[in-house]
Each structure stands twice: as C-alpha cells, then as structure tokens.
C-alpha cells in the first residue's frame, strides 16, 4: 500500500492542468491513488447556495463556478484516534492560467533542471503554487504512519491530508469544509502549506476586489476636443489611491508586516478604455485588487476607498455630474491571523529546528490563503511550505526540490509532535498546553 514516490507523485500532479475549474480528473487520480496506499477517502463539492452567505463570494449562486469541482481527502488514523487530536494538512490542486508566450517551455510538462548553484529545480506551473507542497504533504503523512507501524512511535490521533478546489477563486474548497465538515470528526488544528520560503506564517492578508466604471463622451480623433478622454479622469483616480496606500501603509501597522515596504498594497490590474483609435476614449473599466490588514475588516478598507473616491468626484466638475461606479466583483479574501503561542505554531517551530531550519520567528504573508476559513471556524491553522511566492502565477515556475524534501520532513514532525509522540518542545516531553486545545 504505497503511494508515487515525492518527485513521481509531484511529476504527475503537475502534468495536469487544473485551471479554469478543471481539477476533478487530478482530484479523482489523487483520491484513487490515496485509497490504494490505505487512506480512508473523503469527496465533497462546494454547495454555491451555501457559499452564497459567506463573505468571500458573490452574493449571487449563480456566479460561484462550483459544480464538477471536486475537492478530496485522505485520513490516515493512529492507536485510538478519538482519544487524540486531528491535524489537517491542506493544499489546493487548482493553478492560474499559463500565459505559453512567455514560458520557455510548455508550462504543464515539468522539466528538471539545475539553479546556478547547482541545486536541483522542477519547473512547471503549480510547482510553487501548490501541487509539489500537496505531494510533500501526502508523504508527510505516509512518513508518519510507517514511523507508527515500525513501532517507533505510539500515537493517537488523525492526520487529514486535503487537495481542495478553487482556491485561486476564493477558496471553494476549502470554505465548503470549513463551514460543514465533509469529516465525522472534530478538526484540532491545520497546516495549510503555501509557499511560505520554509517559515511559519501566522498572518495572511485580505484583498478586496473592486471594479471602476467611468464615463466620459466620445469624439472623433480629429476634434479631440469635443470630447471627454477617460484617461486622464482616471490617472487624478489612480493618484489618489496611490496616496491612500502610501498613507495607509503609514498609518496601518502590524509586527510581522515590518520587513514590506508596502505591506497592504494595491494594485490595477486590468484597465480597458475606449473603443477605437480614433476615437476619444469615452468610457473606461478598470479592476483594483486592495490589501485589508490582519485586523482590519474588507468593509472598513473598502469605505475608506470609496471615500477617497468621492472626495476626487467632488473636486471634479465632470466627475461630479457623471459619478463613477464603484462596485465590488468577484472573490474576497478576508484577513487571518492566530496567537503565535497556538500548539499548532509551537510544533512547527520545534519541527524546523530539529531540521536545522533557524528563522523560526512568525511572520505575515501579503497574500491571502485558505487558512482563513479554518481560522473563522475556529481551527488554528499556520502556513507553511516550500517554495518563494514570487514564483507563483510567474511563468516558468520553479521550486527547489530540496525544500520541498525539507518540507515533508517537517511537516510529518510537526504533525507527530502535535499528536504528542514526540512532545512540542522536541525533547521527547509531553508539554501540558496541547490539553489545552479542545477536540
């Protein structure tokens, strides 16, 4: 009863190309492959009527693309499980879209290669972000139940291994168990293992999403001047949110957001104006990923920049007269943040140790992640895995493999040492805070 090995079961996932809802024959293959090594399987798919009333998503089912989206799971079980706690150790199947233009190979046929410094390196998309940190997680588990069968370890407890869907799309998966549990089991803490450089995360950030629709009158080319050109109405708008980040990024602090130098950053991602060359461009939609601080609420951040915007619209004669719109589209990322004193992050912390890993210290992340549905339904959950988020949506993604076989390594730690075989501090004590988690 085995699974691939690392690099083979790693190969595999990223020969698939999970984008734009496709991750059901990757799922399907990773369950049966869990349920031949002896996993006990689980499979749900998120319910858009349910989803509908979470923060996270539209508030229209119709525009939650859930269905054939399945999500699954493999539970391996030690001595008397009830008696003990249950680690979930999550990953999403789902990638962003490849852009093959600027990819120096096909992005769904991973290559092996060298760094500069001679380490070894996989290539392809969904190697950071996240199916080789998916693959370490199943082998943490493996690792984990081979200790216990071998008679090293004595155990009790559950480890729970998730490949959820959808989580670029505001976690689908991943809210869809927060909220109703696929497990006829409580959940005691989580691992959700993002590419985190090999260091503990203990806050991630929110984003809201919003879109910017101006109005402005079309004229031709020629006599440019009887119209009203978008473009400008937009840069006064652009500058002014500039400015609230930088003001923001001021005034907002947190601890582990120190080390950026624009730690709740926005950015415009997509702008389309006009409709011919020609022609005076006379309307404009522009869409704004905002960051939202640990602390903060999407509501909160969201009403200062509408605010900003009004005070530009006020200043504006035309604006006045012909009022942006304002709305929000698409997902939510709340912000998620947990007590860095959790079980959870001790175990971790002592995991890297042992594995000669030194910058234990928690830190935030500016993106956000699906430990916040867990975080919201009171699951401690800490971040943590292989792999530089730079690499993520980039093209030619890359991992070294060797911190992907650090990270199984310490992920099985983390979860033995969470368990209580081996005791948080890694000296081989129990350590009375775990009976403090409740199960």
Known sequence: ???????????????????????????????????????????????????????SFPDDPA????????????????????????????????????????????????????????????????????????????????DLREAVGSGDLDLDGRVVVEAVAGEEEGGLGAAAAALDS????????GLVAEPTELRPVTATEGTVMKRLRIAGRSAHAATRWNGVDTLPLFERIRGAFTELEAERCERVTHPLYEAFDVPWPIVCGRVEAGSWASTVPGTLTAEWRIGVA???????????????????????????????????????????????????????????????????????????????????AGIPTVVFGPGNIDQAHFPDETIRWADVETARDVIRDTAERFLGGNGIDGRGEANARQNDVPR
Request: proline content about 8%.
């Open 294 to 376: 640990p602390g903060e609420t999407v509501d909160e951040v969201e009403a200062a920049f509408e605010t900003r915007l009004a005070e530009v619209v006020a200043d504006d004669d035309w604006l006045s007269e012909h009022p942006p719109e304002f709305d929000r589209f698409s997902i939510m990322f709340e912000p998620a943040e947990i007590d860095a004193d959790e079980p959870v992050v001790r175990s971790l912390q002592a995991a890297m140790t042992d594995s000669g890993l030194s910058d234990t210290a928690p830190t935030g992340a500016t993106y956000g992640a699906d430990n916040r549905h867990y975080i919201a």
């Open 63 to 142: 525009a939650i693309d859930a269905t054939g989206r399945p999500s699954v799971a493999g539970v391996v079980e030690f001595g008397d499980p009830d008696a003990g706690r249950t680690i979930v150790l999550n990953g999403h199947l789902d990638v962003v879209p490849a852009d093959d233009d600027l990819w120096t190979s096909d992005p769904f046929d991973p290559v092996w290669g060298e760094a500069d410094d001679g380490a070894e390196t996989l290539t392809c998309r969904g190697a950071v972000d996240m199916k080789a940190a998916v693959a370490a997680c199943v082998h943490a588990a493996v």
């Open 182 to 189: 696929p497990y006829p089991f409580d959940r005691d803490a």
């Open 1 to 55: 009863m085995t699974v691939p090995d690392l690099r083979d079961l790693t190969t595999r996932l990223c020969e698939f190309e999970t984008t734009d809802g496709a991750e059901a024959p990757a799922a399907e293959w990773l369950r049966d492959r869990l349920a031949d090594a002896g996993f006990e399987t689980y499979t749900w798919e998120a319910d858009p009527e349910r989803l509908a009333g979470h923060p």
